[in-house]
């Protein structure tokens, strides 16, 4: 079975730093697309990140870019997003999600189709 668990939320001052972790079982990195999303209250989930774990190629929301890293970790079977000098607007449920792709990836919410529960990221000012 398919699985993703998010952790490492929680709350951080502006400025700060988090990482947060996808552990995924079930199914090989490799022949799939993982991606962070990430929504706020009130707004659209969007999609922050994105890796292709067989190619290594990665795609960032502009406002992420420069602060934000994803990797993943075949051996261990995990997809991290570090994330730096977070802002308020930072805030929200992240969750990763996984597609089935053999190369590349999209921050395009509908194209995923296994989701984790979330982890909570809060921003303070």
């Known amino acids: 079975q398919l699985q993703l668990v998010e952790s490492g939320g929680g709350l951080v001052h502006s400025g700060g730093s988090l990482r947060l972790s996808c552990a995924v079982s079930?199914?090989?990195?490799?022949?799939?697309?993982i991606g962070w999303f990430r929504q706020a209250p009130g707004k659209e989930r969007e999609g922050v990140a994105c890796?292709?774990?067989?190619?290594?190629?990665?795609h960032y929301l502009d406002d992420a870019k420069g602060r934000f890293t994803i990797s993943a970790d075949k051996n261990k079977n995990t997809v991290l997003l570090e994330m730096t000098s977070l802002k308020s607007e930072d805030a929200g449920v992240y969750y990763c999600?996984?597609?089935?792709?053999?190369?590349?990836?999209?921050?395009?919410?509908?194209?995923?189709?296994?989701w984790g529960q979330g982890t909570q990221v809060t921003v303070s000012s």
């Open positions: 079930g199914f090989t990195l490799d022949d799939y697309g």
């Open positions: 999600a996984a597609e089935r792709r053999r190369a590349g990836c999209v921050r395009v919410v509908y194209t995923y189709d296994h």
């Open positions: 890796i292709s774990p067989s190619d290594g190629m990665t």
